[in-house]
Every structure is written in C-alpha cells, then in structure tokens.
C-alpha cells in the first residue's frame, strides 16, 4: 500500500520535528506531509529550515480544513491510504504500520485508534471522558455500532473513504460526525487499541469555555447526518 501521514499543524513549532522524527524512525518508507494551518508562530521556517514537506495554508481553515487538505492532497497523489496524525506528540507513530496492515487485511475504510479498548496510556481529562462516553452511546444508538473513541485523531482512512472526504468534511470537531457518517453508509470501520501520550506542547481547541458548544453542535450534525442518511 501506498500510505500517507496527514499531521494538521497549527502553532506546533516546539513539537514538530519530534513527530516528523519518530515517523521517519517507527514508520519507515511512509510518506507524511504537514499542513500549516496559518500558523503565527514560526512553524513555516522550522519547516523550511528542516526540508519538511509541508503545504502552508494562506488562512487559518481550522483543523477540518486542514485535514481536509490532507485528505485532497492524497487523493490528487494516489495513496491508498491516508492517517491523520496530530503534531503535538500525542500520537505514537508506532501504530501506523499495524494500522496499515489491519485496513489492507481485512480490508476496511477506516481504523480508528482508540485509548479505551486496553486502557494504558494517557487516557484524557476526566471532562473530556464524559463528552467521549456520550458520543459513544450517541453512536451506538444511531448505528448500532460501539465505537470507544469516536473523537480520536488517529485514524487511518482508505482510497474510498479519502475521496469521500475530499468531497466534504466538517469544519471543526469533525471525528464524531465523520465517523458516525461512515458507519450510516455503511462502510467497514474497526478500532484497535494505541496508547496515547500527554500533549507536550501547545493548547487543545476545545477550551472548557467551548466544550458546551462543542457537544451541542457535533451532537446536531450527528443527528443531522442520521436524518439525510449520510
């Protein structure tokens, strides 16, 4: 398979090259490309000085914006698969060969890495648990399928699933909706389990402020989404 790694970027200067390294190192031979979502502070010329791939985005589209890029760019480049991967080291590059072998196998659209199958590794604040178990009964109660961790960005998707999001993915707070949509469709969507570190640099999008929004408005696109049926 010819495999991408996506790693949407933004203000993540002191964390990137720790990522771009532990791909090269855990997962040889795979491609990667950072998309610099308008960042403001000195990402671009890390990348530059650093030879990185890397696509600068003109304006601040947000995180679906920016994996959508991604997800453009593979599909134009002809990858088979394509793996969001956040550049603020939470995610272990480790996984991604196991996750390639797993959606080749067993042929799937998407693997999901999820925390909560084995429980090691950093497991979120205890906030964030209690919006992930809602989305997961949320879910499990629209498409009758449990998906542990709908909100983890780290999720290998294949050549059908590339194009369809190509042609739309939500703006911002996309994983719950994205992979509801997946399943409605019904299209092969598996978890396996990843530990997952402790963000080592930067601030998370969702502040506790944006929280209430964040449920109410990924909770009307999922219901939306079961409505129009995909």
Known sequence: MKTLVIIPAFNESASILKTVADIKENAPGIDYVIINDCSTDNMKQICIDNNLNTINLPVNLGIGGAVQTGYKYAFEKGYDAAIQFDGDGQHEAKYIKLMEEVLEKEELDMVIGSRFIEHEGFQSTIMRQVGIKFFTGLIKVITGKKVTDPTSGMRMAGRNMIEMFTKRYPKDYPEPETVASALIQ??????????????????????????????????????LVALRGR
Do not use: D, F
């Open 186 to 223: 019904k299209m092969k969507v598996k978890e396996i389990p990843v530990e997952m570190r402790e963000r080592e640099e930067g601030v998370s999008s969702i502040s506790p402020k944006k929280s209430i929004y964040y449920m109410l408005k990924v909770t009307l696109a999922i219901l």
